[in-house]
């Protein structure tokens, strides 16, 4: 094996330059990967990646011209994509096909065949890919999981979670920065960014491992936010004033599992509000309440307490005894609270060891498929909708699927069996 | 007119017993309306109505054989409905064809055709029927409303609230109280209590005048809660130990408007919680958040605020500029912190004045469906399912519905034109 592991950043947008020094750098310091190459559709964009890189380390990465430069280089071991949403799928499956371990930013997926694409490819070259969910690393989001796994919420029945993120100024005015969210509010009805909430939740609910997401149902407000919005900000001469946008404010997504669970997921991203991802599960003896950052334990906390103020922010009392080991061994740095940072170790780590990754093509193909799906349900008027099986049965054969399935975010030296099921 | 109007109370379990002390007797002295009547299908409880009465009037009222002698009496102008579920709409229609004003206390609607009923009956006979729905009238409701109808959070696009309220205790054990709910989770899997969320947000919605409900979709969570719950309190030698209860833990309930407004629903009675109705009302420039009591108002607020911590409860600071007017004029007292007394004057001043009180059977009707709506579609793996048009047309011609299908919960004579529309 090499001593030192040499990745691409390809997407130098508002993501990719931030990932560079906030999560790719420091954990490549961590794991022994180095950047080096860049590509961005636009060639300001790539000379920017290098100039990061170059600035942080004193190495000047290559600008490469293309993907298929990255593609033919036979010392780049790997591909992190951060570009836009639409070619995600496209640059992965390619990457694969390479020969490249690759890992791919979130977003929603624009066809149920797109998903397979994922699948079919890992299957044929055994290359493993990753998404990059970050949520799935946070520090509720794993407390939660541990506290889930340790027993302490009973049987898992429901969970909720959200996308809930006033974006109104990003996609009317982000064009300015040649931003690609515009096109979508612009051209799509649909929950187009299922994952953050989602991530988590199924690592929770074992989906693809031990069970699955069966079918949903999507139902979307009227588009009203955006055009609001465009018209208090810069009035009826604005090139968007006239947009008939088709994205609704709200949508509402319901999915229920092969094991009889619900989860909720709600898109809310041109209304005015708070961030919020509401992340929450509930089982028979306890949950967890995003929205409130609550936990409630049957037996311990009162149910006739008005409206649970006296547990609003209660969760920080559990770190200390339910902290999950990634949040106490490591040291998270950097963007979004060190979740960037967590989920590129993740990355790193299977690629140095060699192994698949904690968040593989099964994940990214079924969380991804959401979008797809969800825009067919609303277009036909809330319509239940197939989530289609992308392991074909495997996901109630734990011994037939590579263990990576399972959550194994932890190192597995460290922490090995802490997740086993009970 | 009469000096004094008498009512009779149908119903006397823990509900009918503690409304008249409550409420119905402040009420009936701020109205001028006495209680002439009491029954219930047990005599012991029949008894405890004509006794609690009594101790506080120093009258005792009839204590009834039969429903017919309530009916047949010409001394009883009103009857007031707080039995079990399932009779509400049989004791609502009787006593509309006897001619007696009714108020009947909430529950949903076990089919459609019993909804249409109520319509029918209320069209054959004119006599005014209301539906009792005190969350209409709680302080955070009836502030959100007055925010709306002000211009506060621009057009509204989106709402959502829950029934969400720990009754394992009361289902599994309140038989032993002769309560009502048990056999409803052992027989039916629908959104069984709606109209707490549902009648705020249908006020605020413009439903029946202006607007109506098209369509929903309906999706159940297994059912977990209840058996975990008998098996831990009382073992397996419990007689329910071995039920297969049907009602599912969560319920998500979507419905979809001829606006475009989505209103989701939560019912969420069988697994540990605090109590909440999360009403939450969103617009173009701000909306009202339930789960944490707070206003958000674009320009105002920040929407970095990380989670939104700093606004939770904030909704208080609004309550000196914004506070309803009924809350201001009325000295609230008794039941559920006053919001029983506001309902029963509400239904007592449709009766001395003579006119039809602001929840009338088209409010009833449309909110009530969506119980038995919501079974169909849980049975049919969450098919949308059509919300009849209980109006027939007649939503969207406000002339043609007499006024009082708008919110008149003020009293005309102190805020005339609150409420008319902007």
Not at 48 to 74: C, F, H, Q
């Given at each position: 094996m090499k001593e030192i592991m040499k990745t691409a950043v390809v997407g130098i947008g508002s993501r990719g330059s931030s990932l560079i020094p906030d999560a790719i750098l420091p954990a490549g310091e961590e794991f022994g990967v180095e950047i080096a190459a860049v590509l961005d559709a636009y060639r300001?964009?790539?000379?920017?990646?290098?100039?990061?890189?170059?600035?942080?380390?004193?190495?000047?990465?290559?600008?490469?011209?293309?993907?298929?430069?990255?593609?033919?280089?036979?010392?780049?071991?790997a591909v992190i994509i951060t570009a836009a949403w639409e070619?995600?799928?496209?640059?992965?499956?390619?990457?694969?096909?390479?020969?490249?371990?690759?890992?791919?930013?979130?977003?929603?997926?624009?066809?149920?065949?797109?998903?397979?694409?994922?699948?079919?490819?890992?299957?044929?070259?055994?290359?493993?890919?990753?998404?990059?969910?970050?949520?799935?690393?946070?520090?509720?989001?794993?407390?939660?999981?541990?506290?889930?796994?340790?027993?302490?919420?009973?049987?898992?029945?429901?969970?909720?979670?959200?996308?809930?993120?006033?974006?109104?100024?990003?996609?009317?005015?982000?064009?300015?920065?040649?931003?690609?969210?515009?096109?979508?509010?612009?051209?799509?009805?649909?929950?187009?960014?299922?994952?953050?909430?989602?991530?988590?939740i199924a690592k929770v609910f074992d989906i693809n491992n031990g069970n699955r997401m069966m079918t949903l149902t999507s139902t979307a407000s009227s588009a009203k936010g955006l055009h609001d919005y465009v018209l208090r900000k810069k009035g009826t001469d604005d090139p968007l004033a006239d947009v008939d946008f088709l994205q609704g404010d709200v949508v509402t997504t319901v999915i229920k599992c092969a094991k009889g669970q619900t989860i909720t997921l709600t898109l809310d991203t041109t209304l005015p509000r708070t961030y919020s991802r509401g992340f929450t599960v509930r089982g028979t003896r306890g949950a967890y309440f995003g929205e409130t950052d609550s936990v409630f334990l049957d037996g311990t906390h009162n149910a006739f307490e008005f409206k649970g103020k006296a547990l609003w922010g209660n969760a920080a009392e559990y770190e200390e005894a339910y902290q999950h080991p990634l949040w106490k061994e490591y040291d998270p740095r950097g963007g979004h609270g060190g979740i960037d940072f967590l989920v590129i170790c993740a990355f790193f780590e299977a690629l140095t060891a060699g192994t698949r990754p904690p968040i593989d093509v099964y994940d990214a193909a079924a969380w991804m498929s959401i979008t797809a799906l969800s825009e067919i349900s609303i277009a036909q008027g809330g319509a239940p909708v197939e989530i289609p099986d992308f392991t074909r049965g495997k996901w109630y054969m734990r011994g037939d699927i590579d263990g990576s399935l399972r959550f194994n975010l932890d190192r597995a030296d460290v922490f090995e069996g802490f997740y086993q099921k009970k």
């Open positions: 300001d964009r790539t000379k920017l990646g290098a100039d990061i890189v170059e600035e942080r380390t004193g190495k000047r990465p290559k600008e490469a011209a293309s993907y298929e430069e990255i593609l033919n280089d036979p010392d780049i071991d070619p995600h799928i496209d640059l992965a499956v390619k990457a694969m096909k390479a020969g490249k371990y690759v890992a791919f930013e979130v977003g929603g997926a624009y066809s149920v065949e797109d998903c397979w694409r994922l699948v079919h490819t890992f299957e044929e070259t055994g290359v493993p890919c990753m998404l990059l969910e970050n949520c799935c690393y946070d520090r509720r989001e794993l407390m939660t999981l541990r506290m889930v796994r340790e027993g302490l919420f009973g049987e898992i029945v429901h969970a909720g979670g959200g996308y809930c993120h006033d974006l109104r100024e990003e996609i009317a005015f982000g064009r300015e920065n040649r931003h690609y969210r515009l096109r979508n509010y612009m051209n799509r009805n649909c929950e187009n960014y299922p994952t953050h909430e989602l991530g988590p």
